[in-house]
């Protein structure tokens, strides 16, 4: 995360979409979400300044997760848990949107593998071309946040670039 806002955090508005992020990691974080990968992708990992004249709106994220411990241990929940809680409190982009200006999604790494293979194939396409282009393009990958610790100090991170 640290490399991101080395290499994304060079304009008060990208500066604002990266508090989301960070603070959309956090709130990940605290439901057990600590093991697994997330992408960053979108227009926010293109030049959109240049190519379209526009700051980037927000930064599209999937989520590559194994489930929270509690999960692991018991498995019996997880469908019943997942749609009712789990998905509306942290992937379902129309909540967390609003609130980390993130489009989120989510790869349950311990799903059946066929879903996980579909689902890896699908946003992987999806996030590899450049929308408007023929170009393909690559994606940010970064570890889910083990260490609590490490919020703040991406926190203290952008407020250095920029006073947002």
């Excluded at 200006?101 to 946003?123: E, F, G, H, S």
């Excluded at 940010?140 to 920029?162: N, R, Y």
Aim: aromatic share 12%.
């Amino acid at each position: 995360m640290f490399e991101v806002v080395d290499r994304f955090c060079n304009s008060p508005a990208r500066a604002q979409l990266l508090k989301g992020l960070n603070a959309y990691r956090k709130h990940l974080h605290a439901g057990g979400f600590t093991s697994g990968t997330q992408w960053i992708d979108g227009s926010f990992v293109e030049n959109v300044e240049v190519l379209r004249r526009r700051a980037p709106n927000d930064i599209d994220v999937v989520t590559l997760f194994t489930r929270p411990l509690r999960y692991q241990l018991d498995a019996s929940g997880w469908a019943r848990d997942f749609e009712k809680h789990i998905f509306p409190t942290y992937f379902d982009t129309k909540i967390m949107k609003p609130r980390y200006k993130c489009d989120t999604y989510p790869i349950d790494l311990d799903a059946v593998p066929r879903a996980v293979v579909r689902n890896t194939i699908y946003w992987h396409g999806l996030f590899s071309d450049m929308r408007e282009a023929n170009t393909k393009k690559g994606i940010v990958e970064i570890p889910l946040a083990t260490d609590v610790m490490e919020f703040s100090a991406i926190e203290q991170k952008i407020g250095g670039k920029f006073d947002v």
